[in-house]
């Protein structure tokens, strides 16, 4: 049974920090790219981060570069999304999702919200 489980969302205030973090199992977890996706009320769903499979590669959207970083540890079967400097445009669910070939998984997603 494959899932991914986010956890780590909440409300932040502007200039604030969350570590968002995503427990997967059920899947060989080192054979899979692993990605950070948002979508806010209204809006397309936005690819954030990415991080590839030995986790020596990442790429980041331009709006968050220098602000959030992705990491992984194959050992724990986790990813991780630290989110620092944090904007009410930052406001959306996040979602965990993990790529290999044909294969998508995706998780049940985490509200963030960032509020003064």
């Known amino acids: 049974q494959v899932q991914l489980v986010e956890s780590g969302g909440g409300l932040v205030q502007p200039g604030g920090s969350l570590r968002l973090s995503c427990a997967a199992s059920?899947?060989?977890?080192?054979?899979?790219?692993m990605r950070w996706y948002r979508q806010a009320p209204g809006k397309e769903r936005e690819l954030v981060a990415s991080?590839?499979?030995?986790?020596?590669?990442?790429n980041y959207v331009d709006s968050v570069k220098g602000r959030f970083t992705i990491s992984r540890d194959n050992a724990k079967n986790t990813v991780w999304l630290q989110m620092n400097s944090l904007k009410p445009e930052d406001t959306a669910v996040y979602y965990c999702s993990a790529q290999w070939y044909r294969d998508e998984y995706w998780g049940q997603g985490t509200q963030v919200t960032v509020s003064s």
């Open positions: 991080i590839s499979n030995t986790g020596d590669s990442t």
């Open positions: 059920g899947f060989t977890f080192s054979r899979y790219g």
